[in-house]
């Protein structure tokens, strides 16, 4: 069992950036894909960023191409997903998950973070 934990959101202004992290139990995480999900009430959770663990390669949604971007620290067995210029719309409940095989951008992932709130304001 994967144990996924996430920190880094938080209120901020428009325009403003966050770092949320992601961390992970698990020996081999450094090679786990890593997704980063988001939901708003009422919404269907979507796939906002990911990171392949066994090439690295990214997947990034279209509404936050050039703002968010990833990186990893494998010794400390975190990744974060730094959020640029922040809009009102990315207001949502971020959620970290990870998985060990499979289509990285896809989204079955098999394990959670309980999410950690990001809301920007205008």
């Known amino acids: 069992q994967v144990q996924v934990v996430e920190s880094g959101g938080g209120l901020v202004q428009a325009g403003s950036s966050l770092k949320l992290s992601c961390s992970a139990s698990g020996r081999f995480f450094e090679y786990y894909h890593v997704g980063w999900f988001r939901q708003t009430p009422g919404k269907e959770r979507e796939l906002v960023a990911a990171i392949s663990g066994s090439t690295g390669l990214t997947y990034y949604v279209d509404s936050v191409k050039g703002r968010f971007t990833f990186s990893r620290d494998n010794a400390k067995n975190t990744v974060y997903l730094r959020m640029s210029n922040l809009k009102p719309e990315d207001t949502a409940v971020y959620y970290c998950?990870?998985?060990?095989?499979?289509?990285?951008?896809?989204?079955?992932?098999?394990?959670w973070g309980q999410g950690t709130q990001v809301t920007v304001s205008s």
């Open positions: 998950a990870t998985k060990t095989s499979g289509d990285y951008a896809a989204y079955d992932y098999d394990y």
